[in-house]
């Protein structure tokens, strides 16, 4: 096989940055060990597709399911299937998770509705008709898809994003700061998974621009929003 999708990191993603079990050091840790585990394949990265229950069910503040694994067939008919999330952490939680995917190497998955956070439970109910009615979307579904396709703009404005080699800066329980290396092109990436803004260091001293809000911090540390996410250039 030339590839294949990255079931495993979907489930630590999930576990680590959506449901918010275990620590960040967990998944630095597990996605160091599968950096070069598959070789020269190149995995399709993910958060959601058709086979698990849509990802922004496990973001929310009472998840729905807590068993990454789970395959939320419980919910899938009416009348239990569940409704549009209206709760802007979970977007913030999703909006997290695609920031690691989109700054790491892979080719990145986005399953079809999961820039807005579309509602469903397991198959087939995680096959709903695409809602295509922008003027309907919430604050939290607005925002989401805003920060994919910053998402997209960085990572395909930088080659270090999508080939690149990845070393941390710091690390804790809730925060991860790691820089994505590619020839001459640098980009510096921080993470914090609180429900609180944190204070989030590593940086070379300096001035950066952020990505994803236009931004200008200045190292050697930089606050983070409560589930947000940094992707700096100096």
Do not use: C
């Amino acid at each position: 096989l030339d590839g294949q999708f990255d079931f495993p990191l979907r489930a630590e993603l999930t576990s680590k940055v959506l449901l918010r079990q275990g620590r960040m050091q967990d998944l630095v840790n597990f996605m160091d060990s599968n950096t070069n585990f598959y070789g020269t394949g190149l995995n399709s990265t993910f958060i959601g597709n058709h086979d698990v229950p849509r990802s922004i069910h496990f973001a929310q503040n009472s998840p729905l399911w807590t068993d990454v694994w789970a395959g939320g067939k419980d919910r899938n008919f009416d009348p239990n299937r569940p409704g549009t999330v209206g709760e802007t952490e979970a977007y913030e939680r999703m909006g997290l998770a695609m920031a690691v995917l989109l700054t790491n190497r892979g080719v990145p998955l986005i399953y079809y509705g999961d820039e807005i956070g579309l509602a469903g439970a397991g198959d087939p109910d995680n096959r709903r008709a695409m809602d295509w009615n922008s003027a309907g979307y919430n604050a939290g579904q607005k925002w989401l898809l805003d920060r994919h396709k910053k998402l997209g703009t960085a990572r395909k404005a930088h080659s270090a994003l999508r080939r690149g080699t990845r070393t941390t800066l710091s690390l804790t329980d809730d925060t991860w700061a790691y820089k994505m290396v590619d020839g001459s092109d640098t980009v510096y990436v921080l993470l914090n998974r609180s429900d609180s803004a944190k204070s989030v260091g590593g940086l070379p001293s300096g001035s950066y621009t952020d990505q994803l809000t236009g931004d200008t911090v200045s190292g050697p540390a930089a606050t983070v929003p409560a589930r947000g996410a940094r992707v700096l250039v100096p």
